[in-house]
């Protein structure tokens, strides 16, 4: 069966400090892997996809970046965190192919300070 | 614009009672729509799935509902559990498009002893 790691669960960063989020994926291969970010009373916004190694997709310009150095992993990047940058930051995965079809995983809680 | 309305925000209820959750949804074209349970602080995962031709679909406890030409869906709790509060997300899958899904915000149920 297939599992999605997240770590860290918590993180508490001040402003301006770097980031670094991994995700990481078993039980498949070659999956489409996504961030999203939930902020409080929010829904989710996707904020980068990716379909295969080395290939990202940015939905919306920020202050974040997103890399995928391995098939199942996927790394969600930043050089200065801004305190806007506080939330839930889930990453999924989902079959090649099937777009809709996305599994989360259990999201990394990101306060700044 | 494509959008997903859920409602009502939050809702309280007694172990044992019935509910019922709305979706509206203006995506067009409509390929399917997944409610997720997302437990506090935690992913969502997804409870049900249905494409535009089908009308209903139960998971245990849970049954959704949909009208694709109204654009409207509801998910029914029968015989509510403590275990059952969470937040309850609607999410829409457009038939074109890369990687889109558009996530309502959730409607946040309390079941209370």
């Known amino acids: 069966s297939q599992t999605i790691h997240q770590w860290p669960a918590t993180l508490v960063q001040p402003v301006g400090s770097p980031l670094s989020l991994e995700c990481t994926v078993e039980g498949t291969s070659n999956p489409n892997l996504y961030w999203y970010r939930q902020a409080a009373g929010r829904g989710l916004q996707l904020l980068f996809y990716s379909v295969g190694i080395g290939q990202i997709s940015s939905e919306v310009p920020q202050n974040l970046s997103a890399s995928r150095p391995q098939d199942r992993q996927f790394i969600l990047s930043s050089k200065k965190l801004l305190l806007s940058d506080s939330g839930f930051y889930l990453c999924?995965?989902?079959?090649?192919?099937?777009?809709?079809?996305?599994?989360f995983g259990p999201g990394t809680r990101l306060t700044v300070t | 614009k494509n959008q997903v309305e859920q409602s009502p925000q939050s809702l309280i209820i007694l172990e044992g009672k019935n509910c019922t959750l709305q979706?509206?949804?203006?995506?067009?074209?409509?390929?399917?729509l997944r409610w997720y349970k997302q437990d506090t602080g935690r992913g969502p995962v997804s409870l049900t799935i249905m494409t535009f031709s089908e009308n209903t679909k139960s998971n245990g406890r849970y049954t959704a509902t949909l009208d694709a030409d109204t654009k409207q869906s509801s998910l029914h709790i029968t015989a509510s559990q403590l275990s059952d509060s969470a937040s309850y997300i609607c999410v829409v899958s457009p038939r074109s498009g890369a990687n889109n899904l558009f996530f309502g915000t959730g409607t946040r149920l309390t079941v209370i002893p």
């Open positions: 979706c509206n949804y203006t995506v067009s074209p409509f390929s399917n």
């Open positions: 999924a995965w989902g079959h090649r192919g099937v777009r809709y079809e996305q599994y």
